[in-house]
Each structure stands twice: as C-alpha cells, then as structure tokens.
C-alpha cells in the first residue's frame, strides 16, 4: 500500500510483498481492508496503530569500482519488453552513452503502476551505481523530471535507483553478476511484477560490459 507524502510516498508493505526501498516491511499477511494511513510526528499510523521500526534493513548493492560484467540474455530481454513498450532500440543505446534523452524516450512510457520505461530506468540506474558511477546525465534527468513525467511510486523509486537502492531481487542479482547462480537470480527477478522484472533485467542487461572472448 503507497501513501502520499508531498511529492514522494512512503510504501507500508505485508510481510509478502516486494520490499521496496520505500517501504515499511509488516509482519502483517496482508493489507486488505485498511481505511486510514496518517503520517507525521515521525509516524505512520495504521487504522489507528502505529508502526514501530525495529531494525533498518540495506536497500543498496554492493559498489564494485572494478566495474561489472555478465553475458545476460539482453535480446531475450528486448523481445520481452518490446511486447509491451514498442518502439526502436535507440533509447536503449542511448542509455550505454549516458544520454539524457534516453530518459525522455523511456520516462512514464508503458503499463504498471511503475511504467516499465521507468523499470528499464530503475534497472540500469543501480547498476550503474554497483560498477561506481555517480550521477551523470541520465541520472539528473530524472531526477529534474519524473516528478512531473510519471507516477508519485515510480518517480520516488526512481530516487531511490539513482542512489543504487533498489528491491532484494534487483540487489540480488547486481550483487552476483559474474558468479555462480546468477540464471536463478534473474528467473526470480523476472517473476517481480508483471513486467516489471524484465524492465528491471533489461536495465541491469544495459549496463554492464558483455565478457571479452578469448580466441581459442
């Protein structure tokens, strides 16, 4: 469940559900049936409850100034975004040369409460920050303009990208690029959403170096 706050939102999330960056992480099974969130006075306040934070969890990957590599599948992964966000590959290209109209091409485009541009986004933001990149042009498009380009949700995780926050599956997987594993990682990233994971994927696919081959 999102809940407005100014121009961000807070995430208070059932103990099942995605754990965004945002987010406030219940032991509750589920949300159904909540009437009225109300934040302020450092608490948000649930039917009444108050929410007590008990402990901080990390929302970012692991920086890796050597940079990152992977073979991922990136054309399985444009076919499978393509089937819901159209259109030519040069905004993706654009993104490899951190230019700013990447993000105009992508920002609030396509279906979800997250648009799956903003996932592709999202994706290649936190990697970028794993291989030790800061800021850049990309980075301060979006920041200058979700705001006003695309849902409260997606512009205030998108916020959280740029610092290389991001949900458990998407660290998951930048965090293991590279070693054993990663084909699970990203099977479980992929289920994240209906499509968000694969814009996810996508980004993550964007921003990292394919492997050097080695003549035999």
């Known amino acids: 469940m999102y809940v407005r706050d100014a121009e961000r939102c807070l ?19 589920d949300l159904d049936g909540v009437r009225t969130v109300v934040l302020g006075e450092g608490q948000c306040v649930v039917d009444g409850r108050a929410l007590r934070v008990t402990r901080y969890v990390e929302a970012c990957v692991a920086v890796r100034p050597d940079g990152l590599t992977d073979d991922l599948p990136r054309t399985a992964l444009l076919s499978a975004v393509a089937t819901n966000l159209p259109g030519g590959t040069t905004a993706y290209d654009r993104l490899g040369g951190d230019d700013p109209r990447a993000v105009d091409a992508l920002l609030g485009r396509g279906p979800g409460l997250t648009p799956l541009g903003d996932d592709v986004l999202a994706g290649w933001l936190v990697t970028r920050y794993a291989a030790g990149a800061r800021g850049g042009q990309v980075a301060d498009r979006v920041l200058a303009v979700a705001s006003t ?16 926050e991001a949900v458990p599956e998407l660290r ?45």
Do not use: F, I
């Open 172 to 216: 998951a997987l930048v965090d293991g690029l590279g070693d054993a594993g990663t084909d699970e990682r990203l099977s479980d990233l992929l289920r994240v959403g209906h499509t968000s994971g694969a814009g996810l994927a996508l980004g993550v696919a964007l921003a990292v170096r394919r492997p050097a081959t080695v003549a035999a």
């Open 149 to 164: 380009r695309t849902t409260t949700v997606s512009a205030t995780l998108l916020a959280h990208a740029v610092r290389g």
């Open 11 to 29: 995430a208070v999330v059932a103990r099942d559900a995605v754990a965004v960056p945002c987010g406030l992480l219940t032991t509750w099974p």
